[in-house]
């Protein structure tokens, strides 16, 4: 109900001007068996004047009734449901990592969008008919009590079949529309992976399979909606064979009460009505559970979302203090989400002021892993990570990071200006950092220069210095580069780290990197093998004493030497 703060009035309002129009359409076979009964058989037209001016009242006051629930049923779905997307939106943004491994972005993205249309689907359709139908319900069966006890017995025996049916279809829709919806989530995020990897499967002509695959998921989608089509399908016209046939029994009995006496031709008409009206309004009941169950479905899958209780709590309170980062890790491990193995064990290691720190290893062994600890992508398993003496956890999250320049392996980009990519609306000097990082060229587009999704519109060394200049605009206290000088030449990879020791040396960096020529002049080096650090010292003690370092730099060097000549 927190989502409908400041529209309940307006909720209620529009209930009740529905109230209203089922009141006079009730109302409307009353009317007319009085015109049949008084008017037209004792041939009074005073009385057929004076009921049809009554009928023509009624209808144009329920029809402005209805106008104004519908308006106001439009208006508070609409504006709950907007409510619902952004506290939605809000929560993914305090996500850390760990539940973006659990929850996909293209499953998230399915609950933003079609889950929230569902639900505001929902209250529109509860507002406008969930009290309409059952005062018609009512109302007609106490309408029909009036004219004849007997007939509205035999309608009232009918009813508790009409609630087994109207509880079966609902338990089967909500059933069908979770399984297609679940399905959905599969083919989402299917199409988001196709069209993000659309180049790699070019290249390797995998679109055939690429092909089978979509259309294997697109057919399983088929199956599950057809599945609840049917059941949406057959609702309606099984509700109105039963309710046909229960109008035929009325009829019946109340042709023979008109032979007896008991009753009059106008009554029958009004029983006839009232009957009529029960079976648009059981037909219009079912079509409201069908609607309720997928919206009562779907708000499950968004609460689901809403009750995930974030990892990463950003409870600490402390401010990082100015100077060069002092980190320390002690005796941590990590283990992923759901996993039992180690991926990073039992790592000490102590990361002093505006030293630099490189990183080597083998694909696997956790290089990566290590350093996303640091900004709190994720949390340690076991140990802790103090910086400049205080428990990472002390620092207030926001804070920490916007001390910490982190440069991912893969550079992400907004479909927006050079500029605003690079200061990400937080100002400081976006030329100066593209120049710092070599992006020159990058410059001579033109800072307003618009940069597609993806960054598609640069290269992939123009995309990794754009990634860099990004957290140099940040000037850190700590620079961490997770691989990213991978796609940059010899010579720019040079300039750009003589350039880096010329302006942030009093600056904690970290450099990730397969090359060993691209740490060796790092204060001190580790080799990490299989999640644990194997060897740690300098580039020719490493030389001397690291087998597994040795032999990286020793086929580089050779490779190297190949390609010169």
């Known amino acids: 109900m927190q989502y409908f703060k400041g529209y309940k009035f307006k909720s209620v309002l529009a209930v009740l001007a529905k109230t209203v129009e089922a009141v006079f359409e009730l109302m409307m076979p009353l009317l007319m068996a009085t015109l049949i009964d008084v008017g037209i058989v004792n041939k009074d037209m005073n009385t057929v004047y004076r009921m049809v001016i009554w009928m023509f009242v009624l209808t144009i006051l329920g029809y402005f009734s209805s106008l104004v629930c519908q308006y106001y049923a439009s208006e508070v779905s609409q504006k709950v449901g907007s409510r619902i997307r952004l506290k939605l939106f809000k929560k993914i943004n305090t996500f850390s990592l760990a539940e973006y491994d659990q929850y996909s972005s293209a499953v998230l993205t399915n609950r933003i969008t079609t889950d929230v249309n569902l639900i505001q689907e929902m ?70 992976e196709q069209m993000s990897g659309v180049r790699i499967i070019r290249a390797f002509s995998k679109n055939e399979f690429e092909n089978e695959k979509f259309a294997e998921t697109n057919q399983q989608l088929a199956r599950k909606q057809r599945n609840v089509g049917w059941i949406t399908t057959l609702s309606t016209p099984f509700t109105s064979l039963i309710m046909n046939f229960v109008l035929l029994i009325l009829v019946y009995f109340g042709a023979i009460q008109i032979d007896h006496g008991s009753m009059t031709q106008g ?14 309004t059981l037909i219009v009941s079912m079509n409201l559970v069908m ?80 350093v996303k600890l640091l900004p709190r992508f994720y949390d340690t398993t076991e140990g802790r990570i103090l910086i400049n003496q205080e428990d990472i956890r002390n620092y207030e999250l926001n804070d920490l990071r916007n001390h910490i320049g982190y440069v991912s392996q893969t550079a992400q980009f907004l479909s927006q200006s050079i500029e605003n990519n690079i200061t990400m609306k937080k100002g400081g000097n976006p030329e100066q950092s593209l120049q710092q990082a070599q992006g020159n060229e990058i ?35 700590l620079l961490i580069f997770d691989d990213s000088f991978s796609a940059l030449d010899f010579l720019t990879d040079r300039r750009l780290r003589e350039d880096l020791n010329a302006n942030y040396k009093d600056t904690t960096k970290v450099f990730i990197s397969q090359r060993t020529t691209s740490i060796m002049h790092a204060d001190e080096i580790i080799v990490l093998e299989d999640g644990k650090i194997s060897a740690q010292g300098t580039h020719e003690w490493l030389l001397e004493n690291s087998r597994l370092y040795h032999e990286i730099h020793t086929i580089q060097t050779q490779e190297d030497d190949h390609g010169t000549h």
Not at 463 to 477: C, D, T, V
Request: overall charge positive; proline content about 4%.
């Open 443 to 477: 410059i001579e587009k033109g800072l307003n220069s618009k940069i597609e999704v993806g960054g598609t519109n640069l290269s992939g060394g123009q995309r990794q210095r754009l990634n860099i200049a990004r957290e140099l605009n940040k000037n850190p206290q």
């Open 291 to 370: 609607v309720f169950s997928r919206g009562y479905t779907s708000s499950l899958r968004v609460k689901e979302i809403m009750n995930v209780e974030p990892t990463i709590k950003n409870e600490g309170t402390l401010q990082v203090t100015k100077g060069a980062m002092d980190v320390v890790f002690d005796n941590v491990s990590f283990s992923y989400p759901g996993e039992k193995r180690k991926v990073v064990k039992d790592i000490n290691l102590h990361i002093k002021p505006g030293t630099t720190l490189g990183i080597i290893g083998l694909t696997g062994s956790g290089k990566s892993t290590l």
């Open 123 to 192: 209250i529109a359709r509860v507002i406008r008919l969930g009290v309409r139908a059952p005062i018609l319900m009512v109302g007609s069966i106490f309408a029909l009590a009036q004219i004849s006890p007997q007939l509205a017995m035999y309608l009232l025996y009918s009813f508790p079949v009409f609630v087994v049916i109207v509880v079966a279809f609902m338990w089967l829709s909500m059933r069908g529309h979770k399984k297609a919806q679940s399905v959905l989530d599969t083919l989402v995020k299917r199409v988001k």
């Open 267 to 280: 009554q029958i008409i009004a029983v006839i009505n009232y009957c009529t009206q029960l079976v648009l």
